[in-house]
């Protein structure tokens, strides 16, 4: 298992609320990326970094927001849920040079009522 | 842009035969291609990757992957599935230059019968 961790694993939440995904690698990668997964299965790119202070919207446009001050940190924020954002949200990061794979954290799994 | 397609949505197979899951690809340049697999309510885990070298790839748990370019596939093969292999595989490529995002497949799930 590689060391990065996604809280919380589950979470429901009403609509309208704020809520905020925690992503955290140990492994010093650059490089950090958001996917949603659709009850189909396919993994969408919505949110990626290359570095602290680095953010940029992914292939699959959405209402959330991510920042990264820290190298190890990539959190997610939603500022007012919705049913449409019910999904599996899935955190990864990788070295800027080399090897190229990505590590993936257990996702959150995200239920708005 | 690049593009991966897994043509089967389920690959049934008995256990202890060989599993083949499927994988075509198009990209720019000599692709880096990847397979991944998925277990449920779990993360992707890494299982092998081509960037150059031998076509047969090695990887985790007994899998490995052959890269044809002639027909820009990347199939993974097992020659004996364990029940334990069931779960979702994707398959991943990227360029060889430029950005480090990865176009990901659908996904193939795959069910070992006892």
């Known amino acids: 298992e590689a060391d990065i961790y996604q809280t919380p694993r589950y979470l429901v939440i009403g609509t309208g609320k704020k809520i905020t995904l925690e992503c955290s690698q140990t492994m010093g990668h650059d490089k950090m990326y958001w996917y949603q997964q659709d009850p189909g299965m396919e993994l969408h790119l919505i949110h990626y970094s290359y570095g602290v202070n680095s953010t940029e919207k992914g292939d699959l446009s959405s209402e959330s927001t991510v920042s990264r001050i820290r190298t190890e940190h990539f959190p997610l924020t939603l500022e007012s849920a919705r049913p449409s954002h019910t999904s599996q949200y899935l955190c990864?990061?990788?070295?800027?040079?080399?090897?190229?794979?990505?590590?993936f954290g257990p996702g959150t799994r995200l239920t708005v009522t | 842009a690049q593009s991966v397609a897994q043509p089967e949505d389920q690959v049934n197979v008995a256990e202890g035969n060989p599993l083949t899951v499927k994988c075509t690809y198009s990209?720019?340049?000599?692709?880096?291609l990847f397979w991944y697999v998925q277990y449920p309510n779990r993360g992707l885990q890494f299982l092998l990757k081509y960037i150059t070298g031998d076509n047969l790839v090695k990887g985790s748990y007994g899998f490995e992957a052959e890269f044809n370019k002639s027909q820009t596939s990347f199939h993974l093969k097992k020659p004996s599935a364990l029940v334990s292999d069931s779960a979702l595989y994707f398959c991943?490529?990227?360029?060889?230059?430029?950005?480090?995002?990865?176009?990901f497949g659908k996904g193939n799930q795959v069910v070992v019968i006892p």
């Open positions: 991943a490529v990227r360029p060889p230059r430029g950005n480090n995002r990865l176009a």
């Open positions: 990209v720019s340049g000599n692709p880096y």
């Open positions: 990864a990061s990788s070295e800027l040079t080399g090897s190229y794979e990505q590590y």
